[in-house]
């Protein structure tokens, strides 16, 4: 099981970035697929999510309105475009897949998830 993410790097206040989550090994279409992030010195904390057949997204307070999840599921990868960054933003965003649907992953602890990828940095600058 591997999941890939890519599109990490440095912009500056009100720019966009957009990332992306390769899987393989597991069906991933079977999964709902999102994002965390953690910064410095903080917990590793729920972004967003999207169901299995990409009909329903679920965002964390700080991001609706700026992010935007979806997947494809004919190339198995999940996205997260982030438009509007803010400073807060800044932390090492991980994709992860899991069962649980997705109405769910707001109270989903990072130690329950099925599959993590192995983050890439965003870093906002002020």
């Known amino acids: 099981v591997q999941l890939q993410a890519s599109g990490g790097g440095l912009v500056q206040a009100g720019g966009s970035l957009r990332l992306s989550c390769v899987s393989s090994g597991f069906t991933s279409r079977g999964y709902s697929m999102g994002w965390f992030r953690q910064a410095p010195g903080k917990e590793r904390e729920f972004v967003a999510v999207?169901?299995?057949?990409?009909?329903?997204?679920y965002y964390a307070d700080s991001v609706k309105g700026r992010f935007t999840v979806s997947r494809d599921n004919a190339k198995n990868t999940v996205y997260l475009q982030m438009d509007s960054l803010k400073p807060e933003d800044t932390a090492v965003y991980y994709c992860?897949?899991?069962?649980?649907?997705?109405?769910?992953?707001?109270?989903?602890?990072?130690?329950?998830?099925?599959?993590w990828g192995q983050g890439t940095l965003v870093t906002v600058s002020s």
């Open positions: 999207v169901s299995h057949n990409t009909v329903s997204t």
């Open positions: 992860a897949a899991d069962r649980r649907i997705s109405s769910t992953w707001y109270t989903l602890r990072p130690v329950d998830v099925d599959y």
